[in-house]
């Protein structure tokens, strides 16, 4: 048999070395920033600009609506709202209902971090949570009002009460959801690491977890906020003196519209002060400087 071996072998390639010119014109690599781009790249910069339209698309409905009794102006708002600052009470106000909303908001936290952690260490504790969740998610807080008024009497832990009720289930929901999507990568590893039960949850579910953790304390914010202003405004005296939602139906009875425009402006004013520097300060110390979350 003929050998053919010969005919198909490769070929030696030549061995040669190119040398690597730099291109004469490479240009600006990195080109820095203009001072209008820096100053765009602020978040809170493009925040305040959209803060400044509203405003003044305020000021000029209000103007051409010329009705001060039903829509006052942003003017008279601030002045109403500086007047109120001035007499002290509008801090006043604020301090009550910022106490109780403390109160009620971390013991819903509590409440919902213990139901979760049980829910995702027991099968008994799914089940639990899922039929609490079910019955109680969709009942409305101010709902449960006439019934803590009967139980806890005309005061500061009705409110709580119903802030509690507010926070708990959403702040639940979102942790649960959070463990959930950990994976089961991650769940091994401490296991192999002998962590079991609450120490799982700590060391490993609750980091993976914590952008949804993260979410569900927003959303119980804001539902603890609302829900707070809106009992005040049912009963509002707590501890004898009523806080910012009975500042605002005090001031609607008197018909003085301006301020019951400014208490609505310190309820937003401070909705937006706990999401730009609370919620923003723990978000860039956790999922931001973890890379867990888009700045």
């Avoid at 969709?138 to 509690?164: E, Q």
């Avoid at 009720?165 to 089961?184: E, I, K, T």
């Avoid at 425009?261 to 931001?288: H, N, P, Q, S």
């Amino acid at each position: 048999m003929t050998d053919l071996s010969h005919r198909f072998a490769p070929s030696p390639r030549p061995e040669f070395e190119r040398k690597v010119t730099a291109p004469a014109e490479l240009g600006d690599v990195a080109k820095p920033l203009s001072m209008v781009e820096r100053i765009v790249n602020i978040s809170a910069v493009r925040r305040g600009v959209i803060l400044v339209f509203i405003a003044l698309f305020w000021e000029v409905y209000a103007r051409w609506l010329n009705n001060p009794l039903s829509f006052p102006t942003f003017l008279d708002t601030l002045e109403a709202l500086r007047d109120g600052i001035a007499s002290g009470i509008i801090p006043q106000r604020l301090m009550i209902t910022l106490q109780t909303l403390v109160a009620g908001y971390f013991i819903g936290l509590v409440i919902a971090a213990i139901l979760t952690s049980v829910a995702v260490t027991t099968r008994i504790g799914t089940d639990l949570l899922a039929t609490l969740t079910a019955m109680f998610n969709p009942l409305p807080a101010i709902a449960l009002l006439p019934l803590a008024l009967l139980w806890f009497g005309l005061g500061r832990p009705s409110l709580i009460f119903v802030i509690i009720h507010s926070v708990l289930w959403a702040v639940a929901l979102n942790m649960h959801s959070g463990f959930l999507a950990v994976s089961d990568t991650l769940r091994m590893a401490g296991r192999t690491f002998g962590l079991r039960g609450l120490r799982l949850v700590i060391g490993i579910l609750i980091p993976a977890a914590f952008p949804a953790i993260l979410s569900g304390l927003k959303i119980g914010w804001a539902f603890a906020w609302r829900t707070l202003i809106a009992a005040e405004l049912v009963f509002g005296v707590s501890s004898g003196q009523g806080g910012l939602g009975w500042y605002i139906f005090e001031n609607r009875n008197t018909l003085d519209t301006a301020a019951v425009f400014a208490g609505l402006l310190t309820v937003m004013t401070v909705g937006l002060l706990i999401e730009a520097v609370i919620f923003r300060f723990i978000e860039a110390r956790t999922v931001r400087r973890w890379g867990m979350q888009r700045g």
